[in-house]
């Protein structure tokens, strides 16, 4: 046999076991073998990434707090989140309530502090702002759709177990002390936020 007939031979099996076996270009293409993008629906869209980034923030706004609000905000942020509060939006129109509300709608994590939760000198009445907002945040994620039921949020006081005195029905919830300390509320905040998400997050000393 001379060697262009021995060629024209090879050449002949090869072309016909690609036609048998191998798929041919765009057989791949269709098939999506050569791509390894996530299906367009499976992508999260801009609505999705905020949701997941933002915390709000249940805490209290006088002056006597500021040092330990400012301390869970900058460790928030520094964590790589977005901070929401009801002190965002200064709208008349709007509702107090319905505001806090749309704010617990659009986060997906949420920081309550209860450490306030005590008697007013003046009125002898307890302050249940924070209990009441926290209320709103569970049962957002107990009853709301698919997306709210992936809420999680950290509860703050100034004693682990103080909240057993006017709140037992949370008992079971992983409370998390912070004794009036900035240290250990940015120490607390990292700790919670990595658990949630599990990413590499600088020490709670380091944010301090």
């Known amino acids: 046999m001379s060697g262009g007939t021995a060629k024209r031979g090879r050449s002949k099996r090869l072309e016909s076991s690609s036609r048998q076996g191998a798929p041919a270009a765009h057989?791949?293409?269709?098939?999506?073998?050569r791509s390894r993008k996530l299906p367009r629906a499976a992508r999260p869209n801009r609505a999705e990434r905020e949701y997941d980034l933002s915390v709000f923030i249940n805490c209290p706004f006088d002056r006597t707090y500021l040092r330990l609000l400012h301390s869970i905000?900058?460790?928030?942020?520094?964590?790589?989140?977005?901070a929401r509060c009801a002190l965002e939006l200064d709208d008349g129109s709007q509702v107090r309530i319905t505001k806090i509300l749309k704010i617990i709608r659009s986060c997906r994590y949420g920081i309550h502090d209860l450490s306030r939760t005590e008697i007013d000198p003046q009125s002898r009445l307890p302050r249940f702002n924070m209990p009441l907002e926290l209320g709103f945040f569970i049962g957002a994620k107990e009853f709301g759709t698919?997306?709210?039921s992936r809420k999680s949020c950290l509860i703050l006081d100034r004693e682990q177990f103080r909240y057993q005195k006017f709140i037992s029905?949370?008992?079971g919830q992983d409370i998390r002390a912070h004794d009036r300390k900035e240290r250990r509320a940015i120490g607390a905040v990292r700790d919670w936020l990595s658990s949630c998400t599990r990413w590499t997050m600088p020490g709670g000393a380091h944010i301090h």
Do not use: M
């Open 27 to 33: 057989q791949l293409r269709r098939s999506g073998k």
């Open 169 to 171: 029905d949370i008992a």
């Open 73 to 82: 905000i900058f460790a928030v942020v520094h964590c790589g989140f977005r």
């Open 146 to 148: 698919r997306t709210q």
